[in-house]
């Protein structure tokens, strides 16, 4: 059994942030889209909490350079903070120039 993909979000003000828990891959990677495009006000900055993400792969990496590709069309940032282990090995393989990392950048 796949562990569970968890998503909640916060609003402060001028920002989104999600906290992402579990395992992000190509089989719940939809709902992390959908979930961008339900609870992300336009303009708002993205802060991306992976403390709890435990695995992702390259459709998370995907979803993530398309969220941050949006934020600079709307002259908003993506930030992602507290990437561990895997998570942190697959942004950093995938292309590190574009992530700025709020925190935990490991």
């Known amino acids: 059994m796949t562990p569970a993909f968890l998503l909640h979000h916060q609003y402060l003000p001028g920002v989104c942030v999600l906290a992402l828990a579990g395992e992000l891959d190509r089989t719940n990677s939809g709902e992390l889209t959908a979930y961008l495009k339900q609870v992300r006000r336009p303009g708002d900055h993205v802060v991306a909490d992976l403390a709890e993400l435990s695995f992702m792969d390259s459709s998370g990496l995907h979803i993530l350079l398309d969220c941050h590709r ?3 069309a ?3 940032s ?3 903070a507290a990437a561990y282990g895997v998570p942190a090995r697959v942004l950093e393989v995938g292309d590190k120039r574009i ?3 709020a925190a935990g950048f490991a």
């Open 70 to 72: 949006t934020c600079l």
């Open 74 to 76: 709307e002259g908003a």
């Open 78 to 80: 993506r930030h992602l």
């Open 99 to 101: 992530f700025s990392a």
